[in-house]
């Protein structure tokens, strides 16, 4: 792959993340502990990672307001019309997960 500028990188990342957030969107049907067990985050991380970053830029962000721009309706919502009550198989595998992510 040929260089390119900075600017031009950060635009792909950020289409990259948005067509992301979209996937997931419409991935209902799978539930965070089904992320975390296989890849190590699931969606709550997304939006503190997008929380970490608004921080360290200085620019003002609620975790409620970041979990919105991830999940596209505020979070108790989402875990009212999408979650279910987690297998002892998930949790299993989750608590047999290495720590951090």
């Known amino acids: ?3 390119i ?5 950060t635009e792909l990342e950020a289409a990259v993340y948005r067509r992301l957030v979209a996937h997931l969107r419409g991935r ?3 539930q965070n502990i089904d992320l975390m067990n296989l890849a190590g985050f699931c ?3 997304l939006s503190n ?3 970490d970053a608004a921080d360290a830029q200085g620019v003002p962000m609620t975790k409620d307001a970041s979990r ?3 999940y596209g309706m505020p979070y108790a919502a989402w875990k009212a019309q999408h979650q279910t009550e987690a297998s002892p198989e998930q ?3 989750f608590g047999a997960r290495p720590e951090g992510h």
Do not use: F, I, P
């Open 1 to 3: 792959m040929s260089e």
């Open 5 to 9: 500028d900075r600017a031009t990188q």
């Open 28 to 30: 209902t049907d799978v």
């Open 43 to 45: 969606r709550n991380c």
């Open 49 to 51: 990672w997008l929380k």
């Open 68 to 70: 919105e721009a991830v």
């Open 91 to 93: 949790r299993a595998a």
